[in-house]
Structures are given as C-alpha cells and as structure tokens.
C-alpha cells in the first residue's frame, strides 16, 4: 500500500507550519488560538468509509423534554410521545409513502412502478430527515403506515369486485403473508429512516465547516 502522503495531509502540515510561525512572531489571533476540529479519517471498513461518523443536530432541544420516564411500559409510551411531537414527519410521508407503494404493487416493473419505488423510498427518506428526533423510528412508522393503507385498500378493492376470503388463500395463509410483508416494510422504514436522518446530520455539518472555512 502506497505511504505517499495526500493532499489533505499537505494542507494540515502546511497550517500547521503557518501558525507555528505566527506564533514565534506573536501575531497568532486570539480567536485562532484553538485548531479547527478537523474530521478523523473514516476507519473501520467500507461502510464507514461510505457513510463516515456525522454529529447530533446542532441547537435542537431534548426530544424528550416532558416526558414522564417514571410510569410503566416506556419504550411504547416513549415511542407514541416521539410521534405526537412531530406529526407530519411520519403521517404525511406515510400517505405519500403509500401512493408509491400502491403504484409500485399495480404497474410492477414498468416506467410508473419504478417511479412508485422511487416516490416510496424517498418519502421515508424524507420522514428521517424531518423527523429529526428519532429518525429510524418516524421512518419505520411511516412505512407501516403505508403498508396498513395498502393492505386495506387492496382488500377493499377485491371485496368490492365480489372476492370471496378464499381469494387470498386460507386465513393463516393470509395472515403469514401480511406480517411478512409488514415485517419486510417496517425494515425498509427503518432503513430509509436512518439514511434520512444521516443525511440531515452530514449536510449540517459540512454546511458548518463550509461556513468556518469562509470566515
């Protein structure tokens, strides 16, 4: 493996050199008297490298400020507290989440189930990035919401047309196939959840780091 240093590390000597003079001279800013945090090299394999460690939201208050930890069953009661804050973050993207859905079930393959998979994933995306408080989760809700519209919908759209329970096969058949597909989007909420809200902590922060850079 090469060991010729990189250009990163030709700038961090450079400045280094830099301030090494000011300071001999005296002319060092008092503002400048502390280095700029500068990014660890990601570490860890590929998908570190890929999505490399982002900070927590700057100036966003506790997500949790009024929530009573002392009664019982709470992570549940956690969860629903974390919903009802922020509303719009898992139901909207969840209805927008399903009209994706619904189009990427009806057209399969083609050029508007392709866009449904698009329009599916980038809402629970979006749900990540707006529901900054606990991103996995508004995604993850905003999947299963989509899912449960979707189940109903097509079992009305079915029972509409004079299908009979037997249709979908046995009840536990039926059963087995809803929780599998419930399991399998709860897992892609998750996902996209957690890539929105990644997404949202890394533009944060290099927006700073642009913003120091230019001062």
């Known amino acids: 493996m090469s060991t010729r240093p990189t250009n990163r590390d030709e700038r961090r000597r450079a ?12 002319e060092l800013p008092e503002d400048d008297d502390e280095p700029e945090a500068v990014e660890a090299p990601a570490t860890g394999g590929f998908l ?3 999505f490399p460690p982002a900070p927590p939201l700057p100036g966003r208050p506790d997500p949790l400020a009024g929530f009573d930890a002392s009664r019982p069953l709470r992570p549940l009661r956690e969860r629903a507290f974390l919903l009802s804050r922020n509303v719009p973050a898992w139901l909207v993207m969840g209805v927008i989440a399903f009209v994706g859905y619904l189009a990427s079930e009806f057209y399969g393959n083609s050029i508007l189930g392709l866009l449904g998979n698009f329009v599916m994933f980038g809402s629970l995306i979006a749900a990540g990035w707006f529901g900054w408080q606990r991103p996995t989760l508004y995604g993850t809700a905003a999947s299963l919401l989509s899912f449960v519209l979707l189940a109903a919908y097509v079992l009305v759209f079915f029972a509409q047309r004079g299908a009979s329970p037997d249709t979908f096969g046995s009840t536990g058949e039926l059963l087995g196939t809803l929780v599998l597909r419930g399991l399998y989007q709860g897992a892609l909420g998750f996902l996209g959840g957690w890539y929105g809200g990644y997404l949202r902590r890394r533009q944060t922060q290099l927006s700073g780091q642009t913003v120091r850079r230019r001062r």
């Open 15 to 26: 400045e280094a050199r830099r301030r090494a003079r000011l300071a001999a001279r005296g």
């Open 48 to 50: 570190s490298r890929l």
